[in-house]
């Protein structure tokens, strides 16, 4: 993992941990955790991610995107938003 790719990740955890106020111990929680269907994230919730994406990364994640496997997980999510960051397609 480069130095993007896990500022991108912790960014994210960040924001999920805070959201969902998380514990610094929770075992459930982890990078491959599914934030759905664990609790960590609603619908509410994936408004405000893609909010912090938009300010914090300069990237809007297309709507199609919120419908891929990897982007109900934190190490997916990073992946899509560094594809968006490298200009690349994530369809």
């Known amino acids: 993992m ?3 790719e896990t500022a991108t990740i912790e960014a994210l955890e960040g924001f999920v941990r805070s959201y969902g106020q998380v514990a610094p111990d929770d075992p459930d929680f982890g990078r491959s955790t599914n934030l759905w269907e664990e609790g960590y994230l609603d619908s509410a919730g994936v408004v ?3 909010a912090f ?6 990237v809007t ?3 199609e995107a919120l419908f891929l496997p990897e982007f109900t ?3 997916g999510m990073a992946e899509v938003v560094d594809r968006l960051l490298a200009g ?4």
Do not use: K
Not at 53 to 58: L, T, W
């Open 2 to 4: 480069d130095a993007t």
């Open 48 to 50: 405000e991610l893609l």
């Open 53 to 58: 994406v938009e300010e914090h990364f300069g």
């Open 61 to 63: 994640v297309p709507d």
């Open 73 to 75: 997980t934190l190490d």
């Open 88 to 91: 690349e397609p994530v369809v």
